[in-house]
Each structure stands twice: as C-alpha cells, then as structure tokens.
C-alpha cells in the first residue's frame, strides 16, 4: 500500500491496440501500477488469445494471465465512426501501445510521426518481431520465430543433434512486454521534464538478444558457442538435476571452490575429491562431468530427496524440487508471503500471483469480456445512448 492510497500512475491513461502476449503483459504492468488500461479490441471475437485454449473454466490461459485490470472497448478501426471515437481517447491519453502486425498502424495514420503533431505529449510504444527498418521489418513473428533467430534455440536443448528446445514459456515476448513497460515509464519521466512524448520502438528480437548476452560473449571472436546441456549448465558443473534414491530428482548448482570444497565433505563426504585433480577447479569438472556425476548419483542413490536437501541446504549449497505446475500453486513459500490474490473474471474469481515488487491492491481489477466496458468509456466522450445505439447498429462496436 501507498501513503493515501496514491498509485504511482495513477491518472495516466494508456490506449492500447494489443493482441497475444508480449502488450498485454506491459500494459497489464502499467494498469497495476494505477494507469487507466483501455484495451481496443476487435467487436465480437476480441484479441485472439481470447481463443488459445480453454482451461481457465472456459477462458484462455494467456487472456486471463496477461489482461485483468483493464477496460475493453470492442471498436471497429476499419470504420471512419471508429477512427473517430480512438482519435478521441488519443486526445485524452497519455499512452498508446500497439504491437498489431507490422505497418498496421501506419496505415491507419496511427505512426508517432503521423500523431505526434496532433498530440506532442503522447507516448507510443510500438511492439513488433523485429523493430521499424532493416531488411526484417516486415516479417511475421511468433515468439518461437525470435527464439530461434536470437539463438536461444541453439543454447537450449539436449546435446543430440536435433535435442533443441524451445522455451516452455514465451520468453520473447514476456522479454519484450517488460522493456517496453520500462521504456513507458522513463518516457513518462522524460515528458514531465520536457512536456514532449516519446516513440518508443520495442523489438522482440532485440529483446530476447539482450538476454543471450552470455552465451553471446561466450562465444566471442569465432569462439564455439556454449553447447545445449539440458537442464544442466554448459559450462559450470556440478550445476543440475541428479537423480535420488526414492525415485525423485533433484537440482543443485555450484558456483564457486568454496562451495565444491563444503560439497564434498558435508554432502558427498568424500573430502579427497576436492584436490583430486580431475575435479579441482571449474574447468577440470566441467570438463570430467561424467565421471563426476558418476559418484554423485552413486552417493545419492542411497538417499531419499528430503536426505539429500537436508544435507545440502547444512552444507550452504543451492538446491531445488523439480515443481510441476500443480506444486506451483501450492508452493509453501508463496503461500506464506501471502502471494496470491483473488481476482474476477467474466466466469467467476480465479487467483492470481500479485505483481513482484511494488503491489498495489487498489490497482486490481477484473479480467473484462470484449466490450465491457463500451457504454462506459462512450459515455466519457459524450456518446449519448441513441449514439451507442446507433454504433452497435452499423458495425462500429
């Protein structure tokens, strides 16, 4: 909570043309921290990640995750009546984030070079696979797409020749949603000192390559890139998942010689092979990792899970369960930081993981239908009812 319930963007408004995820997750950021969110949406079906799946007693997965706390304004932009009303909030905003295909909205004269005379304070944020110019500006991406043309696909994975990986989440645009919230937030900074808005120009692409900065440097001047070790780290061992003795599985990870030395005689008890030259630094172990993972499963065979962390967590070493979602959600440590918040939906409350960091309840709201919130945004404008009624009528809403 704030000192008088003050949000820290409280009284910004932010229009937003988003589909799929990587918007929606900025915009959503920015609503939970007190911005008004008015999601534009197509009438009748709506983003289309509102049709992923089904597994939120009806709703999809994606809607749900990424788009509570906003207003939907079901608004046909291929209409003039439509352009209008969207003109309207834009002369009202502060915000407009957009991530439709490419050239969409410069065709629709909805470009910062196209808006910014009409309205100098006003922020864009544009989204898109690859970013405005370059020989890939108007090349289709899916979050898949960017993993692979980032590299990440060729670091994640098995070792075997097709063992790649894709991440188990849209890591590409989760990384693109969140540089763009960042880059509203300076924006809005900038504007408060110069009264001008900012084109915000966000590439998923660009994104996901600033995350692949080690593995980048890694294979410096012609160096070989990091080989794909699973869910072990390429090049720090022991650093993984290793199986125990009940059946279960778990993962540690080594980051120093402190730590090798305080895992051989408090968790292998076998002191020696801290100075048994095979294994006596990094490299050497990375290097020899099957012969030494060799003696830990073989000690840890005669362990259960609980033994193990037990003796790992006494010997200050990082460990973890190997969690499926269903553990997830019932993580003790979630529960005891009381994380997780109940929040409606257009088919009852479904909890929700409060945002990390700063948390503000009052910012909270409901994950809305298509065109909620219509009358009440028209209503704003100065749409009477007959107006309203009358745009349902023609295809406008």
């Known amino acids: 909570m704030t000192a008088n319930n003050i949000l820290p963007l409280e009284g910004i408004t932010v229009i937003a043309l988003e589909q799929a995820v990587a918007a929606p997750l900025c915009t959503r950021q920015l609503a939970e921290q007190g911005a008004r969110v008015i999601k ?9 990640a509102r049709a992923y799946d089904d597994r939120v007693k009806g709703l999809s997965s994606h809607f749900v995750w990424v788009n509570r706390s906003k207003e939907s304004l ?13 003109h309207r909030l834009l002369a009202e905003a502060d915000v407009l984030v957009q991530n439709l295909a490419p050239g969409a909205c410069e065709r629709m004269g909805l470009s910062f070079k196209s808006l910014h005379g009409q309205y100098p304070g006003l922020i864009v944020c544009d989204i898109s696979g690859y970013g405005t110019g370059g020989p890939y500006e108007s090349k289709k991406a899916y979050d898949l797409m960017i993993q692979s043309e980032s590299g990440f696909l060729s670091v994640t994975g098995s070792p075997e020749q097709d063992g790649m990986a894709k991440a188990g989440c849209s890591v590409a645009d989760i990384a693109a949603g969140m540089y763009a919230q960042n880059a509203i937030l300076s924006a809005l900074l900038l504007r408060s000192r110069t009264g001008h808005g900012t084109h915000i120009d966000v590439s998923m692409l660009e994104s996901l390559v600033e995350w692949m900065g080690y593995p980048m440097y890694y294979s410096f001047d012609g160096a070989p890139s990091p080989p794909r070790a699973g869910a072990s780290h390429s090049t720090i061992y022991p650093y993984g998942p290793f199986p125990v003795g009940d059946g279960k599985t778990v993962m540690l990870g080594l980051q120093n010689e402190r730590e090798w030395k305080a895992f051989c005689e408090g968790v292998l008890e076998r002191p020696s092979l801290a100075i048994d ?13 099957e012969a030494l993972r060799a003696v830990i499963v073989a000690v840890f065979r005669g362990m259960t899970l609980a033994e193990v962390g037990e003796r790992l967590d006494s010997a200050g070493i990082a460990n973890a369960s190997v969690n499926d979602m269903a553990q997830v959600w019932e993580h003790p ?11 409606d939906t257009p088919v009852g409350k479904v909890p929700a993981l409060k945002a990390p960091g700063l948390w503000f309840p009052e910012a909270v709201s409901e994950v809305p239908s298509v065109g909620q919130h219509n009358e009440t945004i028209l209503s704003d404008l100065g749409y009477g009812a007959a107006d309203i009624a009358h745009m349902y009528r023609n295809g406008v809403l």
């Open 277 to 289: 030259p095979r294994f006596s630094n990094n490299p050497a172990r990375s290097e020899n990792r």
């Open 333 to 343: 440590q979630l529960t005891a930081r009381d994380r997780w918040v109940g929040v």
């Open 40 to 48: 534009v949406e197509r009438p009748g079906s709506g983003d289309f």
């Open 74 to 86: 079901a608004l046909n932009l291929k209409t003039e009546k439509g352009l209008e009303i969207l």
